[in-house]
């Protein structure tokens, strides 16, 4: 090829180029301009100081994280909850006595009309139960959800089976109880809020196990929400250069959670107008306790929640108070209660002044639920917990967001608070073995120990080869829900200590 037509083949090659850089539009930087400016506007552009260094996987995944977060959302919740810290808060005073119902206070007449109220409520399909079940097991040595754990019963039942069998005794109680016209099968619909790190375990454990005798179509699972963690001048922590540091939003996020996922529409559509709330580490916990619902449906309250005494001044507990003189009721962590207030006497009834623990057993009119869904949304204030966050540099300390089931109580018109006693409803799974308190083999001899009460107190004897504070049995949750209809099972009957009693 000779020279001349070298130069006009590559004259030719230059015009071209040259024409398609004026017809084609201006190339935006990767990932995407329009991302880096706009998190520029909420001071976060850091997220991508070491954008020219990552493969282009790792640009893909973070600009996707980024996209997936409501930006705006969550500036939000950072400035208001930021600023909530610096604001006075009111003084605190105990919980008016009559706003308590408690055990020593309530008459036979009392507690069977409530039991009844409630079975046949439940018998009608105006109750929900909703699970709090986010958390892994990290401090009980499993990497499973919570609810997957064996305490070491008899059985071998998790708890997630105990308190399915639960349900399926109050339904057959409700469908007993109502005598008018013929029986129908009774269904409560339980809602299991599971969290990104348990949902899809959660899901396989049920379906594994057959859904422990539900139905399936009675279930239904949904996610709470993350949160970026953040620094205390309220910048997103990296925790690799390619992905930001997150965590769950708190027990609190059943609320929005219930509500973005339309649950709330579902319960509407369903009949629901009750929905009882608790947590899934409680081994003791009467899930959808007709008593407790009967006693909120006969307060007309908008919220309640079951109530243990102190054990003692300084138990770590958070506790109900009324924020402000004339108040509404809210609950204060035990680190908010100096000395004095912690041990102050009430020297008319002998207890503490701020002896009502919270122990996260909740009723709420549907009502109301959509009330808080909203009202906590709109007023975005988190609380700030300061934790060691993983960041690309290694742990830093840094600040959680995080919402408590105990944030809707402001809200609530009315709450009621209904005293139950520790022994019978409180024993939870917090701790591994070998700590101080709320392990498996605590909670483990408070269910011996109770049913052992009921299997005597049916007329039934027990044997045992090791000290009986140290053993005991255990009563199938399908036999009895709280200690009912067991004379029939143990009258005149000898059981062997460990062991459990079942149909």
């Known amino acids: 090829m000779g020279e001349a037509s070298m130069e006009r083949e590559n004259g030719a090659v230059a015009a071209a180029a040259t024409m398609t850089e004026m017809i084609s539009p201006p190339r935006v930087n990767s990932p995407r301009q329009a991302l880096v400016e706009r998190l520029k506007d909420y001071g976060q552009e850091d997220v991508f ?95 499973d959800p919570k609810g997957c754990f064996n305490i070491g019963l008899p059985s071998g039942k998790s708890l997630f089976q105990i308190q399915a069998e639960r ?61 970026p963690c953040i620094s205390k001048d309220g910048k997103f922590i990296m925790e690799t250069p390619f992905s930001l540091a997150k965590a769950p939003d708190g027990n609190g996020g059943v609320y929005g959670a219930l509500k973005s996922s339309k649950l709330l529409e579902d319960m509407a559509s369903r009949g629901i107008k009750y929905v009882d709330c608790y947590g899934v ?33 300084q138990e770590q507990v958070g506790v109900f108070v009324r924020r402000g003189k004339g108040g509404p009721l809210t609950v204060v962590e035990y680190s908010e209660l100096d ?59 840094g600040l959680k967001l995080e919402q408590f089931i105990f944030d809707s109580f402001p809200y609530a018109p009315s709450t009621a608070l209904f005293e139950v006693l520790r022994e019978e409803e409180f024993a939870p799974v917090k701790n591994a073995n070998g700590s101080n308190f709320d392990t498996p083999e605590s909670a483990r001899l408070s269910v011996l120990r109770l049913h052992t009460r009921w299997v005597i107190a049916a007329g039934g004897f027990l044997t045992h080869s090791v000290p009986l504070y140290a053993t005991g049995v255990e009563v199938s949750p399908l036999c009895s829900y709280a200690g009912e209809n067991l004379e029939a099972i143990c009258r005149g009957r000898t059981f062997h200590a460990p062991c459990e009693i079942s149909f």
């Open 49 to 143: 100081a070491l954008l020219d260094e990552l493969s282009p996987d790792e640009r893909d995944f973070l600009v996707r994280d980024i996209e997936n977060l409501d930006i705006p959302r969550i500036d939000r919740i950072i400035r208001c909850s930021l600023h909530s810290q610096g604001l006075p808060v009111a003084a605190i005073e105990p919980v008016p006595e009559n706003w308590v119902s408690t055990v020593d206070g309530r008459t036979m007449e009392d507690r069977e009309k409530w039991w009844k109220m409630g079975l046949k409520t439940i018998y009608e399909g105006k109750l929900g139960v909703v699970l709090l079940s986010g958390g892994q097991g990290t401090r009980l040595g499993i990497s």
């Open 167 to 227: 349900i399926l005794c109050v339904q057959r109680l409700a469908a007993q109880v109502v005598s008018e016209g013929p029986t129908r099968p009774v269904t409560i619909h339980w809602y299991i809020m599971t969290s990104p790190f348990t949902d899809e375990a959660t899901r396989k454990y049920f379906s594994s196990h057959k859904y422990f005798g539900l139905e399936p179509d009675q279930i239904s699972f949904f996610q709470q929400g993350t949160l």
């Open 281 to 313: 580490d409680n081994v003791l916990v009467r899930v959808a306790d007709p008593t407790f619902l009967g006693y909120f449906i006969d307060k007309g309250a908008a919220s309640a929640a079951k109530v243990v005494r102190k054990a003692y001044p």
């Open 339 to 397: 000395q004095s207030m912690a041990s102050a006497i009430n020297q008319r009834t002998g207890r503490l002044q701020y002896c009502w623990s919270n122990v996260c057993l909740h009723m709420f009119t549907l009502d109301f639920l959509n009330q808080v869904a909203t009202g906590l949304e709109k007023d975005s204030v988190y609380h700030l917990a300061e934790k060691k966050i993983p960041s690309m540099n290694g742990y830093t300390m």
